[in-house]
């Protein structure tokens, strides 16, 4: 295994676009091979995550018109999905075949165009990526699995739901506020001054959580360029590296000892911080995957900074906002800055990437610039779950 | 070639056509796998046999559906359940939908209630493979 790094990122607006999954892709695409210096004939390979291309418009083997539209020749062209988590296991992949030595430079991002399907058609296809016979078709959505999920942990912990709902409320609010400062978000310039009871009071969607506890549908698309670390600086003079990579899984939720200690995510996170040779007291920053308010605070517990049952607590003080440690979703997260689902693990590593460069738009900008960064992205009902590690400096 | 499953979705869901809930003792451990599976939920065993459970557990949690997927009709509970013989399957929660909302104060309760499991045939759609039979609990 040889040290690899990101040598450029590109992320799209998340919102509503008249763009296809491919246009979307290669926008992002190549404003990562424009900052990465890097010529179409020096990528040797293409990842791409992409969940539901073919609900969406029609589309799937979506690779080759990928590596057409890029003019990459005939390079392989690999579509990955792995729900929400689609994008992340693409990025590991490239790392992976870079660290061993296969490709020297590889193409991995994302794409997605949710609000195509609409609402109904949208929360139909998400739900998919649980168990289709044991969970699907008892008509379960995921804001129900977090639902489910908020209401286990107000019991285990013995945390009253109205408390316990306020302390998710400041999920929302965070990250809606750093969604608003980001030109990049579905929901930039708009409410950046949630109120605790704007949260709890907007329109139920499965009870207890609310619309202003979900994150959007998006569109949008996210890509890096994963190069050996050997040849980085030959591309850049701001290298991110990729300390630790890992990825764990889990079945229907049913088998899963409890949903509020996702085993498949503490899997994931303790083999990335393996890989490192890093703990949770390491990262500066963090990119959660918040697609749900009681979401955030599960992970920020499996990955490790918080004991179980105190990552409302740690939200509600402020603990993870900007200025505390670690920051999570300095961005917006899914929440604030949208959550094209096949783009989503690419966009939170160029946030990352951002942000360690001292690029990241004002007020989402963490001082001093962090050293350490993760990225945690779910897929289903804990079904996938990946984990990259970033630094600014070499093993 | 040999078949590995002893119990498919299909006999899974013929069983709950006739309220029963079926699953698979594990001749090695002892402990029961539901849904089903080729291989023991606790212990990877292949060593299986096809067993009646009583249908009888509690409420681990439960969320009612406000918004629902394209073909479901809103609103209805889905909830967990951990049947006394040891697993968890999710099913619909047949109950008073606004006892199961934030705005009864005592709707955390439901958590613990005992249940018993019957069942309900929802319509097919273009993705199901024909029709879904749900587990559908009531209280005792």
């Given at each position: ?142 804001p129900?699995?977090f639902a489910?999920a908020a209401r286990?942990y107000s019991?285990?912990y013995?945390i009253p739901l109205d408390k316990l709902r306020e302390k998710m409320a400041h999920v929302s609010i965070k990250n ?18 949630l109120?605790v009871?704007d949260v709890i009071?907007s329109?139920?969607i499965?009870d207890p959580l609310t619309?202003m506890d979900c ?45 509020t ?29 918040d697609c749900f308010t009681s979401a955030e605070i599960i992970a920020s ?10 990552g409302a607590d740690a939200v509600e003080?402020?603990?993870t ?14 929440m ?60 | ?101 934030v ?38």
């Amino acid at each position: 295994m040889r040290d690899v790094a990101i040598i450029g990122t590109g992320q799209t607006r998340f919102g509503r676009w008249d763009k296809s999954n491919t246009e979307l892709f290669c926008d992002a695409a190549l404003e990562a091979m424009e900052e990465a210096n890097v010529d179409q004939k020096d990528i040797e390979a293409l990842y791409a995550g992409a969940v539901f291309p073919t609900f969406e418009e029609g589309q799937c083997n979506i690779g080759g018109h990928l590596v057409e539209s890029l003019h990459l020749g005939n390079i392989p062209a690999t579509r990955f999905e792995g729900a929400c988590c689609s994008a992340t296991i693409a990025i590991r992949d490239a790392y992976m075949w870079v660290a061993s030595g296969f490709y020297d430079i590889v193409l991995a991002g994302g794409t997605e165009r949710a609000l195509l399907m609409g609402t109904s058609l949208a929360t139909k296809t998400f739900a998919m990526a649980g168990d289709c016979k044991y969970e699907g078709n008892a008509g379960i959505t995921f804001p129900g699995m977090f639902a489910m999920a908020a209401r286990r942990y107000s019991k285990i912990y013995d945390i009253p739901l109205d408390k316990l709902r306020e302390k998710m409320a400041h999920v929302s609010i965070k990250n809606h506020k750093h969604g608003a400062l980001n030109p990049l978000a579905q929901f930039y310039q708009k409410m950046g001054n949630l109120k605790v009871e704007d949260v709890i009071n907007s329109r139920m969607i499965c009870d207890p959580l609310t619309l202003m506890d979900c994150c959007p549908f998006s569109d949008g698309g996210a890509a890096a360029i994963i190069a050996s670390a050997d040849i980085a600086r030959r591309y850049t003079d701001e290298p991110i590296y990729i300390l630790g990579a890992g990825q764990g899984s889990a079945g229907h939720l049913g088998a899963q000892e409890d949903m509020t200690k996702p085993a498949s995510r503490v899997f994931s996170s303790r083999s990335a911080f393996k890989q490192a040779g890093l703990g949770p007291k390491d990262i500066d920053i963090m990119e959660i995957h918040d697609c749900f308010t009681s979401a955030e605070i599960i992970a920020s517990e499996a990955i490790g900074f918080f004991d179980w049952g105190k990552g409302a607590d740690a939200v509600e003080e402020g603990q993870t906002d900007i200025g505390g440690r670690p920051v999570v979703n300095p961005d917006g997260g899914l929440m604030g800055k949208g959550h094209p689902i096949g783009a989503t693990g690419a966009a939170q590593v160029h946030t990352i990437a951002e942000e360690m460069k001292g690029r990241a738009p004002k007020g989402n900008q963490v001082d001093p610039v962090p050293e350490i960064g993760m990225t945690d992205t779910l897929g289903g009902g804990f079904n996938t779950l990946a984990h990259l590690i970033l630094g600014r400096s070499r093993r | 070639m040999k078949e590995y499953y002893i119990l498919t979705a299909k006999d899974f869901y013929d069983g709950l056509r006739e309220d029963k809930i079926f699953g698979l003792r594990c001749k090695e451990c002892g402990q029961i796998t539901c849904p089903p599976l080729p291989t023991c939920q606790w212990c990877g065993s292949k060593d299986l046999e096809k067993t009646e459970l009583s249908g009888m557990g509690e409420i681990l949690t439960f969320t009612l559906i406000d918004v629902s997927p394209e073909g479901f009709e809103p609103h209805y509970i889905i909830c967990m359940v951990k049947l006394d013989e040891g697993p968890t399957i999710m099913g619909r929660l047949d109950y008073d939908a606004e006892k199961a909302t934030v705005k009864n104060e005592r709707s955390q309760e439901l958590i613990g209630m005992k249940v018993k499991a019957s069942h309900v045939v929802l319509p097919a759609d273009v993705y199901s493979g024909g029709e879904k039979i749900v587990p559908l609990f009531k209280a005792l």
